[in-house]
């Protein structure tokens, strides 16, 4: 399971990464880029020993990685939350301009000037 978090994580990130520039956005995407490509905290897991890490105070570019200390030393895989590619994928219907413009707006009614 730690093993297909670790290849997924950089999957989604990418993928809504993409999803983002192609969405119309009016202003900010460059943020939104930003927010999507890190990802928070960290869990790794030392592949020789089966031992877990929480390092919540983390921020790691696309969301996963692995380690190896020398030649013999024990791998270590870590992922962390994609909370910006979740927090946007959330609310990307919101985001597109074209939703926005779509929408159809409330119409007051205005009699006519001759209507008593």
């Not at 930003?34 to 905290?41: E, P, Y």
């Not at 190896?68 to 927090?87: D, K, N, T």
């Amino acid at each position: 399971m730690f093993l297909g978090l670790t290849a997924l994580v950089p999957l989604f990130i990418v993928i809504t990464a993409i999803i983002c520039t192609l969405t119309t956005m009016r202003r900010r995407k460059w943020l939104w880029l930003l927010f999507i490509l890190f990802g928070i905290g960290q869990l790794s897991l030392n592949w020789t020993n089966g031992s877990l890490y929480v390092t919540p105070t983390f921020v790691q570019l696309l969301g996963a990685g692995w380690s190896q200390s020398g030649l013999y030393g024990p791998i270590m895989l870590h992922f962390s939350v994609p909370l910006g590619a979740i927090i946007f994928v959330v609310l990307r219907r919101r985001l597109d301009r074209r939703n926005i413009e779509a929408t159809p707006r409330a119409v007051s009614f205005q009699p006519p000037p001759d209507w008593k």
